[in-house]
């Protein structure tokens, strides 16, 4: 089994979205949901710790297009480190199903293992909520994108962007992160995901209100005093 001291070389230091602190993150809430639910600890632990792995950790310049298929490299990943531990093809098999399931944006296989369907939803629970928006906006920042740009007609009707619009934190969430708790697949993943999503949708449309520059009634009156 994969060690969380062996595991923390598969990812970079400075990374704030997808580092080493969300796969702890991850691998907690993998637990928790696998016993939960009756999944195969063993095969949700090192699905967990391998989900975003890569031996050539990228720079944080590199942004979504060094990730752009990074499920398959993270399962072939498993598959060096976990035959080198000896575990079975079937065991290691399980595992590779649950990363390369694990992704919103590719569903070309989608979780069909208790198990996968554990590492997805312990995923998209740390991108929703509190961490979920801090995430978003670390993101963002990172790719040159500001917290709120006001997004097109086009974007929400088809997820696409207008010539020369921003793809801010605010359109990530209002094109993903809004419809996370639909797509999760356990019941206890569900209930977690209530108060997590109503925190989310809370901190995006203060912050779009406050970036249009719009006053509510109580802010004003707050403000007259």
Same mark, same amino acid.
């Given at each position: ?38 999944? +195969?600890?063993?095969? =949700?632990?090192? $699905?967990?710790?391998? !989900? ?6 990228? %720079? &944080?310049? /590199? ?27 079937? +065991?290691?098999?399980? =595992?590779?199903? $649950?990363?390369?399931? !694990? ?6 296989? %989608? &979780?069909? /293992? ?34 709120? $740009? ?76």
């Amino acid at each position: 089994m994969p060690t969380i001291n062996q595991a923390r070389r598969w990812y970079p230091a400075d990374d704030p979205v997808h580092g080493f602190d969300h796969v702890l993150r991850v691998y907690a809430m993998a637990e928790m949901l696998a016993i939960a639910e009756g999944a +195969d600890l063993r095969i =949700v632990r090192a $699905a967990a710790l391998l !989900h975003d792995a890569s031996v050539d950790v990228l %720079p &944080p310049s /590199t942004g979504e297009v060094g990730r752009m298929n990074h499920q398959h490299l993270s399962a072939e990943l498993a598959q060096e480190v976990l035959a080198a531990e000896g575990w079975s093809p079937k +065991d290691i098999a399980a =595992v590779q199903h $649950a990363i390369r399931a !694990h992704r919103f944006r590719e569903n070309t296989e %989608p &979780p069909h /293992t208790l198990e996968a369907q554990v590492l997805f939803d312990a995923d998209k629970l740390d991108a929703i909520g509190a961490i979920g928006a801090a995430r978003a906006i670390a993101y963002a920042a990172r790719r040159g994108e500001p917290a709120y $740009a006001p997004p097109s007609e086009r974007f929400l009707n088809t997820g696409q962007l207008e010539a020369e619009e921003h793809h801010s934190a605010y359109h990530e969430y209002r094109y993903k992160l809004i419809h996370l708790k639909d797509r999760l697949h356990t019941e206890t993943a569900r209930r977690l995901a209530q108060e997590r999503h109503q925190q989310m949708v809370d901190f995006f449309e203060a912050l779009a209100r406050e970036a249009r520059g719009e006053v509510r009634d109580g802010d004003s009156r707050t403000l007259s005093r």
